[in-house]
């Protein structure tokens, strides 16, 4: 299965200012890595070693909780963050 995944440090978002955060996993073979808020997916990276969500002006409607999902065919890790 995937280790769990990492991301890229913490940080403070201001609303308007771009954000990028980086959540990486590593496994063998390579994993699926998703980031999902809430069921929607908002960023995918297939057989890579990370997954970049990257949003262009910060919304205070894009506060709240996410999640990082590393799977393979082995099994599944996650990492929620806000």
Known sequence: APRPPQLNGSLWVVAGEPVTVTCGASSHPAPILTVAR???LVAVAVYEPRVTLALAAARPQDSGPYLCRAENQ????SLAFN
Do not use: D, L
């Not at 082995?74 to 890790?77: A, E, N, Y």
């Open 74 to 77: 082995h099994g599944h890790s």
């Open 38 to 40: 809430g069921r929607r």
